[in-house]
């Protein structure tokens, strides 16, 4: 199912559409993401729960740290 013109979810999971990857979210910053293509899977732990931006520290390490290191 579509949730925007990124990113699909079904089955607990969202699905990239820019690159091929799936991921998990879990309460307080719990990731799980899982690239394919790149052979790369990483998970974050957080207790950042019932927060607004819990979302943010995994997504800057991803896009911060993580992919650009790939590169």
């Not at 199912?1 to 607990?12: C, L, T, V």
């Not at 293509?37 to 019932?50: H, Q």
């Amino acid at each position: 199912m579509p949730i925007d013109e990124n990113r699909d979810y079904g089955y607990q999971w969202y699905l990239g559409r820019s690159e091929h990857s799936w991921s998990a979210a879990g309460n307080g910053g719990q990731r799980l993401y899982v690239i394919p293509e790149r052979e790369l899977v990483v998970v974050t732990t957080s207790g950042n729960y019932n927060t607004r931006d819990q979302s943010v520290p995994p997504l800057r390490l991803m896009r911060e740290v993580v992919l650009p290191a790939m590169r």
